[in-house]
């Protein structure tokens, strides 16, 4: 799963992304103005941005020009009705990864997603971390010395963000920031539930460790529930 930010005022083709990606269980926000898009930026974290060029009020150019100036690091995917080499070197110039062609085929656009996705974690089907811990990103499933869990959507995608820095603590607003929509439920309770529950699907309660001032770190060098005495299971971390 994955985070993501539409900007697009089209309602029919912004609908159809929306749609697509909520299919393909990732968290997917819209803006439908420049402006809107360059605050959702700066105060929301992102795994992919799908950016169109002519937008009310800031071009994507704009957007993606000053994102990158910013220190904007997630990769962008601008969409144009403009075909031309000169029109595809601006917003390649400005910062832009990728560049989709109006119309398009959502099987091609769908494709050039997963490309960008591999990049910073390598989003394949199947991911071993650590030596103990593979996530089944298809079926939503992490195994742990053999055992297997299956686990609801929003679990899965907890687990996976932290797995990407395992032993590194993150806290409850970079969490909530990066899982859930800005818009929904997004409450330090929900996430102190979401992880009450992965540990208890998994029966691994030193899985996800949580320390006060800190947050919450995956836990890969306890490789059995008898190692892991003394860890904090509380979830009290503020």
């Not at 910062?95 to 996705?117: N, S």
């Amino acid at each position: 799963m994955a985070k993501f930010l539409v900007v697009e005022d089209d309602p029919v083709i912004s609908q159809t992304l929306i749609d697509w990606l909520h299919s393909e269980h990732h968290t997917a926000e819209l803006a439908e103005d420049g402006i809107e898009a360059s605050d959702m930026l700066r105060l929301y974290q992102y795994d992919i941005v799908i950016l169109d060029w002519k937008l009310p009020r800031k071009s994507g150019v704009e957007i993606c020009r000053d994102y990158r100036r910013q220190a904007g690091t997630t990769p962008i995917l601008m969409l144009t009705g403009e075909s031309s080499i000169d029109h595809k070197e601006t917003g390649l110039d400005a910062g832009a990864d990728d560049y989709v062609t109006k119309p398009f085929q959502l099987r091609e656009l769908a494709a050039r997603v997963r490309a960008l996705l591999r990049r910073p974690f390598g989003l394949t089907s199947e991911a071993t971390v650590g030596s103990n811990l593979i996530l089944d990103r298809k079926n939503y499933s992490i195994t742990i010395q053999g055992e297997k869990t299956v686990l609801q959507p929003r679990e899965f995608a907890v687990i996976e963000y932290l797995s990407r820095y395992p032993e590194q603590y993150h806290s409850t607003t970079e969490l909530l920031n990066q899982v859930w929509a800005s818009d929904s439920d997004a409450t330090a309770q929900a996430l102190k539930s979401c992880i009450m529950r992965i540990r208890q699907r998994t029966k691994l309660p030193w899985l996800i460790e949580s320390a006060r001032n800190c947050g919450y770190r995956l836990r890969l060098e306890a490789t059995e529930k008898n190692s892991a005495s003394g860890v904090n299971i509380d979830d009290d971390e503020q």
